[in-house]
């Protein structure tokens, strides 16, 4: 089973700044990798596919990077809706994992 | 529009039986796999099974193999999960979810709460 570490657990910032999230594959998932969103008291939405692909609807500010076992989510500048909860989840392999989640809150 | 709809979901007691149903909308349902993932409270993400479009071929986490069984019916649209031998550990909101492209999740439904307590 392949296992994902997200970091940092919580990162706490200011409306306006940059989040920078890292997703960790225990092995390479080469760009088999999504991000989701959740919401408190939402289902997920999907943000990011194959490590850097905008799913349909999701703002420029959101963007995927990397490859193999480190990858990264970066929202540029966050507005007020963005303070939630982030999943990464591959799909290299079965069984498809989910990481932990990275809550970004406001500072 | 998309619309995936839980429901089935309640009160059952360890060792009980619970069939949850997901009922699709705005889509050609028998052209897409489906997916259920669950989220026990307050916890993350753990993805539970995965049918094929057509329902030929089914992927289940170890964690509930040889207990739960997806299906689907595509003359009412609708995705199940047939949940045996439940135990506690099983507590969970569960989700269902349209593949996107290849095992992707995208939409999900709203969920549905399944507690299993004595």
């Known amino acids: 089973e392949i296992v994902l570490t997200q970091s940092p657990a919580t990162l706490s910032l200011s409306p306006g700044e940059r989040a920078t999230l890292s997703c960790r594959a225990s092995?390479?998932?080469?760009?088999?990798l999504a991000w989701y969103q959740q919401k408190p008291g939402q289902a997920p939405r999907l943000l990011i596919y194959?490590?850097?692909n905008r799913a349909t609807g999701i703002p420029a500010r959101f963007s995927g990077s990397g490859s193999g076992t480190d990858f990264t989510l970066t929202i540029s500048s966050l507005e007020a809706e963005d303070f939630a909860v982030y999943y990464c989840?591959?799909?290299?392999?079965?069984?498809?994992?989910f990481g932990g989640g990275t809550k970004v809150e406001i500072k | 529009e998309v619309q995936l709809l839980e429901s089935g979901g309640g009160l059952v007691q360890p060792g009980g039986s619970l069939r949850l149903s997901c009922t699709a909308s705005?889509?050609?349902?028998?052209?897409?796999?489906m997916s259920w993932v669950r989220q026990a409270p307050g916890k993350g993400l753990e993805w539970v099974s995965a049918?094929?479009?057509?329902?030929?071929?089914?992927m289940y986490a170890d964690s509930v193999r040889g207990r739960f069984t997806s299906s689907i019916d595509n003359s009412k649209n609708t995705l199940y999960l047939q949940m045996n031998s439940l135990r506690a550990e099983d507590t969970a909101i569960y989700y269902c979810?349209?593949?996107?492209?290849?095992?992707?999740?995208?939409?999900w439904g709203q969920g549905t709460l399944v507690t299993v307590s004595s």
């Open positions: 194959d490590a850097s």
């Open positions: 989840q591959q799909r290299s392999s079965w069984p498809l994992t």
């Open positions: 092995q390479s998932v080469t760009r088999y």
């Open positions: 705005g889509f050609t349902f028998s052209s897409y796999g």
């Open positions: 979810a349209k593949r996107f492209g290849v095992n992707w999740f995208d939409p």
């Open positions: 049918i094929s479009a057509g329902g030929d071929s089914t």
